[in-house]
């Protein structure tokens, strides 16, 4: 090795500086997918299984048919076994048994045979009673969604959040949840809100669920930095023009900067964010290995 190239490779590892992320002070928070960057992975959290439909204004009366809905992203099955579902006040669990295929939805209901009445089908399970027998119980407190707004929090067998959904009135200041709430569809006043189902709008290419950040100009280039200083972040994808100035560069510069500063990968094109999403890929393909052993 030439004498200068060695010179340079050690001043470049001396100067490094490795900042540790903040340490976090809720369970780790489900992965999403954020546009321009891709979050949190799986390295220190549980597979991301989304709480991806709600049914909580029913038709029938005192709503036994009540119902949510868990979505698996994932290419493999997922065993529920362990996982929890919270209301906020109340909390079940799934027993074993119950697994949920690759890219499939179930949905879970208060009363099994409401349900199959509102619905034409049965339900996956039931989490207030044993009203069919055909159906798996969930073990715990009844659960009970509010009319008016509240949450569903989906927790895994270690008590970690895996996703949160916030509906109407509810509280949107709780781990997991980010942004507004999620209204029923109410073009006029004549639209009733009872009997609607709300869906969570999901990425069409991971099924995560998806939050808009600002226009750069307007913030979102500082709004991705700052998940990026809290830890909450684990590749960066921001595509630029290398030929064309732009108005808010030093806040592009900010952002790149704090992803070296924290480690973060970060790429600005195209082949750039190949390599990055393939050590995403290999990363979670790791843990997955991990967990079968």
């Known amino acids: 090795m030439y004498p200068w190239l060695a010179f340079l490779l050690t001043a470049i590892v001396g100067a490094s500086v490795t900042v540790a992320p903040p340490p976090q002070a809720e369970p780790p928070l489900p992965p999403q997918l954020w546009l321009p960057l891709v979050s949190r992975s799986y390295r220190s959290g549980p597979p991301p299984l989304v709480l991806s439909a709600l049914y909580y204004d029913t038709y029938l009366a005192n709503e036994p048919d009540e119902a949510f809905q868990l979505y698996n992203p994932l290419e493999w099955p997922v065993t529920l076994e362990g996982w929890q579902v919270s209301d906020g006040r109340r909390i079940t669990a799934f027993p074993a048994g119950i697994n949920l295929a690759a ?35 969930l073990t715990g407190s009844a659960l009970q969604f509010a009319n008016t707004g509240g949450r569903v929090t989906l927790l895994s067998p270690q008590a970690a959040y895996s996703d949160t959904l916030v509906y109407e009135d509810g509280d949107t200041n709780v781990p997991g949840w980010q942004g507004p709430a ?112």
């Open 103 to 137: 890219n499939a939805r179930l949905w879970c209901a208060r009363k099994a045979v409401s349900f199959t009445v509102s619905f034409g089908f049965k339900p996956a399970c039931e989490y207030s009673g044993n009203s069919d027998p055909t159906v798996p119980d």
């Open 182 to 293: 999620v209204y029923p569809y109410r073009s006029s006043t004549n639209f009733g809100a009872e009997e609607q189902i709300l869906y969570r709008k999901l990425a069409q290419a991971t099924g995560l669920p998806v939050r808009r950040m600002l226009s750069g100009p307007y913030g979102g280039d500082a709004q991705i930095a700052a998940l990026a200083a809290e830890g909450k972040v684990d590749g960066v994808i921001f595509l630029v023009d290398p030929l064309y100035a732009h108005p808010h560069e030093p806040d592009i510069q900010g952002l790149l900067r704090v992803c070296n500063v924290y480690n973060v990968p970060v790429a600005t094109n195209e082949v750039g964010a190949e390599y990055v999403l393939h050590g995403l890929l290999g990363r979670l393909d790791r843990l997955v290995a991990e967990t079968d052993r």
